[in-house]
């Protein structure tokens, strides 16, 4: 029959079973389900051996895990034996880090700016191979985004089957294709290069999640996450001007300055692999499981001896040795479960708003930018000018989690995500007042309520970046400290929840107006805040108990007495 691990705090109440509360500093005995040796409880247990028990059966069992891990055998390297080394002065882990960062800033980067200005520019090509429409670009984001919920949900056994470094680099090859579809639209090859642009994307968000976790200990994890998101952020900022510079003054772009935009972005699309491909890991090492895994799967293979002694031992006595690397299968059942959990129901909203607002400021809002004809001649410069004051928004916000995020995080999480709420309502508001109407669906010279003016339009866009780096990043500082061993396929949920969110506005864009989409997402941010503050705080109340009970320990091995207010 399969055993359920247990958690601590139970595990340390059948530790209180022993013959005598005064010997249970020197000894514990675990107690059987039945039978008549099974020890009982005394009346004389006092609060200090209570402690004490507790104390020292939470630390046992963290020692069984640790010497369980240690002793469990490998063919692969795991890669927290190399990350404790320098390379040119910098760690190993810092360095990891940064490469991550300038990947995803080149490879992602390239092929986002691309996601970016698509519908515009396919609505600029009408030549004897390729006629382009006003919403043929949304019919392509949709369909990147549904693949990006395959690719997400394949990611971790596709992870588990290559290890993380081969994936990352497989993912960014598909990133590199798509960017070549637009040099030369064809009908075919653009959906086939969505489709594998949704794929790749799947396989590496899959990995950054691990890799940043792998790579952070806990009270670094938030200072890393602004690191990477300014580090990638800034990408759109660099790519967004050179579109800019590229069509400023035009009121159409030409088959010549398709050429040059998308010959660059693939060039440095290729650059982002080969910063994939120097991280400091094995190209084929695997994503090991977390000692609790390692500790279950031990306690549920059969020991020898007769039925009434199976369960009963250590891990470490088990003859058998428990695998320590992930398994495709079990990666994928172990993100389905992920799924119905409490925690991740209650995040679920979050995910899908993560999902509604960088499709937003991605590619609705600037589309609708470019189709603003009373922009003038600034119309199609407008594009590129929202990705350039999103990406700054992104850069400042990462840049501020960088330098206070050891700080912020001593406060919570919920009180940055408040002010990313406020921000993202603001811009919603604005992009409401200042945008017309029907502008995200075609070629308009209606007035909007306000102007329309180019400045509030961009300000609009720096409030989105600004807003975006805050939601995302702690989200991933929240799900990398509490889901620290399942990391993979907890951004796994993350993601596939994201892109369905992103299909579904998409799909939306092409059937209802721009005010109407702005009322899904604010009422989204919303519910997704409160669900956040509710799984945040009781993650915290569950740290101070655990906190409590070792001052108890603590209290109880320095002879102090301890009472029931304690």
């Not at 240690?70 to 940064?98: M, Y």
């Not at 811009?427 to 075609?442: D, H, K, L, Q």
């Not at 805050?470 to 949920?493: D, H, K, N, P």
Request: include cysteine; glycine fraction near 10%.
């Amino acid at each position: 029959m399969r055993r359920r691990s247990m958690p601590p705090q139970r595990m340390a109440l059948r530790h209180l079973t022993v013959h005598d509360a005064n010997q249970s500093r020197s000894k514990s005995i675990p107690g059987s389900r039945g039978g008549k040796d099974a020890p009982r409880v005394t009346p004389r247990t006092s609060m200090g051996n209570i402690a004490v028990v507790i104390g020292e059966s939470i630390a046992n069992n963290q020692s069984q895990t640790c010497s369980s891990v240690n002793r469990a055998p490998s063919n692969d390297k795991e890669p927290d034996h190399l990350l404790s080394g320098k390379v040119l002065g910098c760690p190993v882990t810092f360095l990891n880090v940064l490469l991550m960062g300038f990947g995803f800033m080149l490879n992602v980067g390239a092929g986002e700016a691309t996601f970016q200005i698509q519908t515009v520019v396919l609505n600029s090509v009408n030549d004897e191979w390729f006629q382009g429409t006003p919403i043929l670009g949304y019919s392509l984001s949709a369909i990147c985004s549904a693949t990006q919920f395959i690719g997400y949900a394949l990611g971790p056994p596709f992870v588990a089957f290559t290890g993380p470094k081969l994936g990352m680099v497989i993912g960014s090859l598909c990133i590199c294709f798509y960017v070549g579809t637009y040099i030369r639209p064809l009908t075919i090859p653009l959906y086939f290069g969505s489709a594998l642009f949704g794929l790749g994307l799947g396989a590496l968000w899959t990995v950054q999640g691990y890799f940043i976790t792998v790579n952070s200990l806990p009270k670094d994890v938030l200072r890393n996450t602004g690191i990477f998101l300014a580090l990638y952020q800034s990408s759109l900022t660099s790519a967004s001007l050179f579109y800019f510079l590229m069509v400023r003054g035009s009121l159409s772009i030409t088959w010549e300055t398709r050429i040059v935009v998308f010959s660059s972005l693939l060039a440095i699309s290729f650059v982002g692999v080969i910063a994939f491909s120097l991280v400091v890991h094995p190209w084929t090492g695997k994503i090991p499981l977390g000692p609790e895994t390692i500790i279950s799967e031990r306690r549920e293979q059969p020991s020898v001896g007769s039925d009434h002694t199976r369960g009963s031992r250590s891990p470490d006595e088990h003859p058998k040795t428990a695998e320590t690397h992930r398994r495709p299968w079990s990666a994928f059942l172990s993100t389905v479960k992920f799924i119905w959990t409490r925690n991740i129901l209650m995040l679920t909203p979050y995910f899908i708003y993560i999902g509604f607002e960088q499709s937003m400021w991605s590619n609705i809002y600037p589309t609708a930018l470019g189709y603003t004809v009373r922009f003038g001649i600034l119309r199609e410069a407008m594009v590129g000018l929202n990705g350039l004051f999103v990406g700054l928004g992104e850069i400042l916000g990462g840049v501020f989690l960088g330098l206070m995020g050891t700080r912020l995080n001593a406060f919570g999480k919920d009180g940055a995500l408040l002010g990313g709420l406020v921000v993202h309502l603001l811009a919603c508001y604005m992009a409401f007042i200042n945008t017309p109407v029907s502008a995200s669906r075609g070629m308009t010279e209606y007035p909007a309520f306000v102007g329309p003016s180019a400045y509030i339009a961009l300000t609009t866009s720096l409030l989105f970046g600004l807003g975006d780096v805050i939601w995302c990043a702690q989200l991933m500082a929240y799900l990398g400290e509490v889901y620290r061993y399942e990391v993979v396929s907890v951004f796994t949920v993350y993601h596939s929840w994201m892109a369905i969110a992103a299909a579904s506005l998409f799909g939306l864009s092409t059937v209802i107006s721009l005010p109407y989409l702005l009322l899904i997402m604010v009422i989204t941010a919303v519910i997704s805040f409160a669900g956040f503050c509710v799984a945040e705080w009781e993650f915290l109340a569950r740290q101070r108990f655990l906190l409590h009970l070792r001052q108890m320990q603590k209290k109880a091995e320095e002879g102090s007495q301890i009472t029931l207010a304690d």
